[in-house]
């Protein structure tokens, strides 16, 4: 586990990078050259944090030399099952996490946000069944599904590094 000083300046960075997401036209222009219009529209469908956070982990990917098509759209497409879940929800799912199932299970007490939580929880499987559906090859979708815990040590692995580098 990190330092409980590493893990804060993480989810920091993360709660504002949340907030102030966004994404280009140019760079949604841009996916249309190298995904299907159904992959398209699951980014689309993306909250926009995610969407930023796919783009982020492509580039990192792609900073690291990474050509694979597969790998690139698993990077981009990994977190589509969130859905459009909010920023609070967010971090009680990784105060959760971090301190105890006592923190969910107080979290599920706010209206609404029990379901969200399991989409939170289920996210992976979630994300690979939205990319099957979207025509990602069975490769992509257990790269998305295995994210976590990479069952495939070179491309899994460089799909955890860029999601935990952003």
């Known amino acids: 586990m990190p330092s409980s000083r590493s893990w804060w300046g993480s989810r920091t960075r993360q709660f504002r990078s949340h907030l102030r997401a966004h994404v280009s036209p140019l760079e949604r ?12 529209e699951v980014f689309d469908a993306m909250h926009v ?9 492509v580039a990192t990917l792609r900073d690291e030399g ?11 497409l990994h977190d589509a099952g ?8 967010r971090v009680a799912y990784a105060l959760g996490q ?8 107080a979290a599920r007490l706010v209206p609404g946000w029990s379901a969200t939580l399991d989409r939170l929880r289920d996210h992976a499987e979630l994300s690979a069944a939205i990319a099957a559906r979207a025509g990602c090859t069975p490769r992509t979708v257990e790269l998305i599904r295995h994210q976590d815990a990479p069952l495939d040590d070179d491309a899994g692995r460089l799909l955890q590094l860029a999601d935990d580098a952003n």
């Not at 859905?83 to 609070?88: C, F, K, L, S």
């Not at 971090?98 to 299970?105: I, P």
């Open 29 to 40: 222009a841009a996916l249309a050259s190298w995904v299907s219009p159904a992959q398209l």
């Open 98 to 105: 971090h301190y105890g199932s006592s923190v969910g299970s």
């Open 66 to 76: 990474s050509t694979d098509p597969e790998l690139l759209l698993a990077g981009l």
């Open 82 to 89: 969130k859905g459009d879940t909010g920023v609070w929800p």
């Open 49 to 57: 944090a995610d969407q930023r956070h796919g783009l982020d982990v």
